[in-house]
C-alpha cells in the first residue's frame, strides 16, 4: 500500500522566502509528525496532529513556524521568512491506525523534503 | 528531560562480521525504544521496538537489540554484517504523553560495510 509521501522533495528558497511543505500520511492514521533533521544530527520533533488538532507544538524553533491539517489529513508545515538554519530535511511520520493512540504505536516515516535557503 | 546518546558517530565493519551499535538514554519511566534505519535518499524504517516483556528483542533484516535497564543501554546487533546494511541508525526513545508518542533521537550512527 501507499506510504507516507511529501512534496516537494527537494526545495530551494532564498533567504527571506516563505515555503510550504507537503505530507500526505498513510490513510486513516490518526497521528501525525513533524521532525526536523539537520546535516549530520537525528530528527528532532517540530509538532504534533492528532487528526485535525494540533496537541504539541513545543519543538518548532520560532514562530516564523506554523503547521496545519484541516481536515486530519493532509498536513502543511509553513516556514516564513526562511532563514540559512532552516536548511535541513523535514520528515513528516504518521501512526495509530486504529483510531486510538498508543506509546508503541510504530510511526512510518516519509522521504523527507530537503530544504536549502541561500 | 528525555535524551538518547549515540557514543559512536562512524562504524567501519568488514562484510560477514558481526556489528553491534551502542545507545544510551535518559528517561524518567519506563521506555518505549525504538530503533530506525535510515539509506541515502530514503525515510526512515523501523528496524525494531521494546516496550514491555523480554528484554531481547527481534527485529527485521536479522537485527536484534537488548534491553539492559540497568545500564540504561539498548544496543543494537547482527551475527553477520550484508554490504546492504551500510547506511545510518538512529536509536530513539518515545515521550508517552496523552499528546501522542514523540520520539527523541540520538546523533546516529554511521555505519560502513568493507567488502
Known amino acids: 500500500g501507499a506510504g507516507v509521501s511529501q512534496s516537494p522533495r527537494y526545495k530551494v528558497a532564498k533567504r527571506g522566502q516563505d515555503v510550504a511543505l507537503r505530507c500526505d500520511p498513510i490513510s486513516g492514521h490518526v497521528s501525525l509528525f513533524w521532525y526536523q533533521q539537520a546535516l549530520g544530527q537525528g530528527p528532532e520533533f517540530l509538532t504534533y496532529f492528532q487528526n485535525e488538532a494540533q496537541l504539541d507544538k513545543s519543538g518548532l524553533p520560532s514562530d516564523r513556524f506554523f503547521a496545519e491539517r484541516p481536515e486530519g489529513s493532509v498536513s502543511t508545515l509553513k516556514i516564513q521568512r526562511t532563514q540559512q538554519e532552516d536548511s535541513a530535511v523535514y520528515l513528516c511520520?504518521?501512526?495509530?491506525?486504529?483510531?486510538?493512540?498508543?506509546?508503541?504505536?510504530?510511526?512510518?516515516f516519509g522521504p523527507g523534503t530537503r530544504l536549502t535557503v541561500t | 528531560a528525555q535524551s538518547v546518546t549515540q557514543p559512536d558517530i562512524h562504524i567501519t565493519v568488514s562484510e560477514g562480521a558481526s556489528l553491534e551499535l551502542r545507545c544510551n538514554y535518559s528517561?524518567?519511566?519506563?521506555?518505549?525504544l525504538f530503533w530506525y534505519v535510515q539509506s541515502p535518499g530514503q525515510g526512515l524504517q523501523l528496524l525494531l521496538k521494546?516496550?514491555?516483556?523480554?528484554?531481547l528483542v527481534q527485529g527485521i533484516k536479522g537485527f536484534e537489540a537488548e534491553f539492559k535497564r540497568s545500564q540504561s543501554s539498548f544496543n543494537l546487533r547482527k551475527p553477520s554484517v550484508h554490504w546492504s546494511d551500510a547506511a545510518e541508525y538512529f536509536c530513539a526513545v518515545g515521550v508517552i504523553k496523552a499528546a501522542g508518542n514523540k520520539l527523541t533521537f540520538g546523533g546516529g550512527t554511521r555505519v560502513l560495510v568493507k567488502p
Open positions: 528517561y524518567g519511566a519506563t521506555p518505549y
Open positions: 511520520a504518521s501512526s495509530s491506525p486504529l483510531g486510538r493512540v498508543s506509546g508503541s504505536d510504530e510511526q512510518y
Open positions: 521494546y516496550f514491555s516483556g523480554d528484554t
